[in-house]
């Protein structure tokens, strides 16, 4: 692992385009990163290349721009395959993000088996994505969604989570790391707790994939999804890996082109997965910018990147520890460099559009996770959100403009 120092984290922030744009007059600082990633150039040059250069569709041409195109959308599967260590690339469905890939699991895998008085068990901390599509079955079946709890660190309580888990239990969906706090769930425990009883995990990794390794062979959970874009890809992309065995007991979600063996009108019979569940004209544009971004990762290594994370982390935790009525949600042991907090006597937005006009690019408002901010009674917060590509730097001058933001509501 080649450490990241200041050097080559500023000749890395050089790929980004964006990172060097102005805002109102002032350098970017984006510290945005949690709900959009910026893109690197080698990220850019892949889907306007593909444009330029093998612009066909997939899957169903044989000349050479559809045989390029394949080519080059498969090897987005294969670098999935890669960045979660899955045993093999037929067990990783393209999809076009988190919400898709939870919603294909909430339909085709739990819908039909789901009854009257089943349990669906989420954490109190979960993504709108991971709460709703749950929801949605449930209510056709009779069924509920229940929560385990937080402490006010937001941490989750594991040994609640445990006693939670009953006969009736027919799916645990649990976020790696929080969207909102940064907390980083004890993923593993949960699925060996789960495991023990039989009931199967799906781990939203949209905002783990950015900052950790991520092994779902040794994490052996039945489900785990993400987002590209939150990785330095483009919109529109993600993927959801399953167990085999899962995949294929489930029946098809979408139907249409791509995702059959025979149609007559008499009926269909079904490709074997992962294009089972690729109906229709995929993103390829896309996934070829996602394999670009996933092997960009790879050049740099993850664990660099986690490294250089955790520095950033603690300065800004000792930065913000400085400000005056500056209150972090969430005070998590493990956590990624994620930071909810608010202002006191400011609303969220107010902060945030401060900000902007500071050059800083914060996010503001209950991120998708309304029971979330319930539970800290609030109605919305601020956030920062880091990538490796932020610097210690930054990190000051969005103090000096929290201050002025401050001054100028007082
Ligand atoms: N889950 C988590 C933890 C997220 O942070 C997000 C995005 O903010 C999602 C799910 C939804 O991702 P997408 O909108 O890309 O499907």
Redesign the pocket.
Known sequence: MTALDESRVMALRAQFPQLSRRVHGKPLVYFDN??TAQKPQSVIDAVSGYYRECNGNVARAVHTLGSEATELYEGARDAITRLLNAPSRDQIVLT?????AINLVAYSFLAPRLVAGDEILVSHM??H??IVPWQLIAERAGARVIAAPINEAGELLLDELAALISPRTRLIGI?H???ALGTINPVAEVVALAKARGVPVLV?G??AVPHLAVDVTALDCDFYVF?G??LFGP?GT?ALYARREHLAAMPPFFGGGEMIRTVSFTGSTFADPPHRFEAGTPNIAGFIGLAEAIRFVESIGINAIAERERVLRDAALERFAGVEGFRLIGQARQRAPVFSFVIDGVHAHDVATLLDFEGVAVRSGHH?AHPLMQFYGVPATARVSLAFYNTIEELDVFVTALERVRARLR
């Not at 076009?96 to 898709?100: E, I, V």
């Open positions: 949690a709900n076009s993000g988190t919400t898709q979960e993504h994505a991971n976020t790391v929080s969207n939203d949209s905002q987002t874009h939150k919109t993600g998708c």
